[in-house]
């Protein structure tokens, strides 16, 4: 069952652009959404989060919204740089549980 | 370095065989969670442990096991193994509900 979804398999961008990566979740029990960063032939590494709480949530290039009425949200990446270009997974998790789901993945590449 | 090990890196196994995984989380985190990324899949939880029991099942086959021990490293079990089960696994630790730390991964090839 596909609790949290990521549409796109791929996303391509050029330098100094916006990058926005999308999620979609199905499961109204998630309450906290996080974005993880892999490179190939490494482990997803955490790059940013927020709380059912909140709408938005910033740190530094990167920046999370969530609509929690559409069960949707997005990751902004403003500029985007060719170091950014990898896969960025979307995962959820519900409230007072560690059950963590991830999306199947956007691969991000920012064109030089 | 996440701080979370695994091993072994690679491995390659003939489809019928069992092999195990292990994982030590990150000092002091009490879960520890096993996926699975087949390729151009995404990331299949598999299951999840805290403090040595069984806190939440995904996606895992009745020809996989797991288990987390006192000192609270972690193996995942797999037998009867087929070539479909080649994939990526990951381990991955917490200290709190809100962010797991993945370690690298075991390539585990089935020929």
């Known amino acids: 069952d596909q609790q949290v979804k990521q549409n796109s398999p791929s996303l391509s961008v050029q330098e100094g652009r916006i990058s926005i990566l999308n999620c979609d979740y199905t499961?109204?029990?998630?309450?906290?959404f996080l974005w993880y960063k892999k490179y190939p032939a490494e482990g997803p590494t955490f790059l940013i989060s927020i709380s059912s709480i909140k709408d938005k949530n910033e740190d530094g290039r990167f920046t999370v919204f969530l609509n929690k009425s559409a069960k949707h949200l997005s990751l902004h990446i403003v500029p985007s740089q060719p170091g950014d270009s990898a896969v960025y997974f979307c995962?959820?998790?519900?409230?007072?549980?560690?059950?963590?789901?991830f999306g199947a993945g956007t691969r991000l590449t920012v064109k030089p | 370095d996440s701080g979370v090990t695994q091993t072994p890196k690679h491995l390659i196994t003939a489809t019928g065989q069992r092999v195990t995984l292990r994982c030590s989380p990150r000092?002091?985190?009490?879960?520890v969670y096993w996926y699975q990324q087949s390729l151009d899949q995404g990331l299949q939880f598999l299951i999840h442990?805290?403090?040595?029991?069984?806190?939440a099942k995904g996606n895992i086959l009745e020809r996989f096991s797991a288990q987390q021990f006192p000192d609270l490293h972690s193996e995942l079990n797999l037998s009867s193994l087929e070539l479909g089960d080649s994939a990526l696994y990951f381990c991955a630790s917490s200290g709190d509900r809100n962010t797991i730390y993945f370690g690298e991964g075991s390539w585990l090839t089935v020929v």
């Open positions: 000092s002091g985190d009490l879960s």
């Open positions: 995962a959820a998790t519900p409230y007072n549980n560690n059950d963590m789901r």
């Open positions: 499961n109204s029990m998630f309450d906290y």
């Open positions: 442990y805290y403090n040595g029991e069984e806190r």
